[in-house]
């Protein structure tokens, strides 16, 4: 069950992995140019048959460097773009940019040439439909959203619940106290996903267990995905109230929750990347596990869909049975679970264990 536990070898190769979830973005409109993370990247010629020269991903704050979600949904374009002979290139917002400023960033690239377009986070929703309708021969996909209606728009969506019920399995056959918790960064429908499927998991791995659940923040306000002073102290609330592993879908707020684990000789679980590779030294052996949300293979998948025109319009989602999803096993602290947690994902996968996808 390799496969499933690390989903896709790309989601490991050439990175340090932490965790993004999208928020945000920046201050001035691009108008006149586009900006990039990194110059674009060139390779070999493309084979005879790709309809795919150049290839964009657009990125909502930070960009590429964080180690988790944006490094992964490059990894999966830059991997297509190497096999296609296919130009790469990355532009990323800025700290307050409107809809308007994603659009336009959008609109430059396909003006541009660039047939193949991601938008990485939800944010990019809104852009996406105006600009889709503009090009009608320039294929878009958006990762984390699944609202953009276009015969030109794939959405790149996840199975999180599941990547989320086998985490928390783990904490429900690890925990020794029977209380474990659940860290959200805001409360939202995409969220709690990962909290209906982690609860279910606990549950279904351990009956007597009970789970604590918090958010971090409440929509309009989107802080939650990056204050990790906040994400420590409501992990130290829930440690101090018998919580012995707490899983953190909370963004840049997690590392506050894997200190707050380091802190108290608990246990905390990590998201999106295997957060055990990136993490300090001081904190890595408090991270049980992670649920790895694979990014890379739904970017990958829609520019090779592009390039040998078999892309299919609306939502594509990746779970368990086609590597989107997975648990991670760097630190050997689930080793023992393996075999029970694998069974699981056997289960899910066979339609033996329906998870849910809301609280």
Known sequence: MHV??????????????????????????STSAIPTTVEPTKNAVPLPSSRVTKIAVAYDLTGRGDGGFNDLA??????????????????????????????????????????????VGFTYAGPMQTVAAEFPVVHFAIVDDGTVVALNVQGILFAEHEGSFLVGAAAGLKT???????????????????????????????????????????????????????????????????????????????????????????????????????????????????MLKNANVGTYEFVISVAYDSFVAGNQTFGLANGGVGYATSGGFVDDLALKLDAYADDIVAGRIVVPDAP
């Open 74 to 119: 490059y990894n999966g374009a830059q991997q297509a773009s190497l096999e296609l002979g296919a130009e790469l290139r990355e532009v990323t917002a800025k700290l307050d940019d409107t809809d308007d400023d994603r659009a336009e960033r959008l609109r430059l690239l396909a003006s541009a040439g660039y047939e193949a377009i991601i938008g």
């Open 4 to 29: 499933r536990r690390f989903a896709w070898s790309l989601a490991a190769t050439g990175m340090a992995f932490a965790l993004l979830a999208c928020v945000g973005s920046a201050a001035t409109p």
């Open 176 to 290: 020794t106290t029977n209380t474990v918790g659940f860290i959200g960064a805001v409360q939202i429908p995409l969220l709690q996903k990962f909290e209906a499927g982690f609860t279910a998991g606990v549950r279904t791995a351990n009956s007597k267990a009970t789970v604590q659940v918090t958010y971090l923040s409440q929509p309009p306000d989107y802080s939650g995905f990056g204050d990790p002073p906040h994400g420590r102290e409501a992990a130290l609330g829930m440690y101090d109230n018998g919580v012995d592993i707490i899983f953190a879908a909370a963004g840049g707020s997690g590392s506050g929750v894997h200190e707050a684990a380091a802190q108290t000789g608990h246990w905390s679980i990590g998201v999106d990347a295997d957060e055990y590779l990136l993490a300090p030294e001081s904190v890595r052996d408090h991270i049980l596990t992670s």
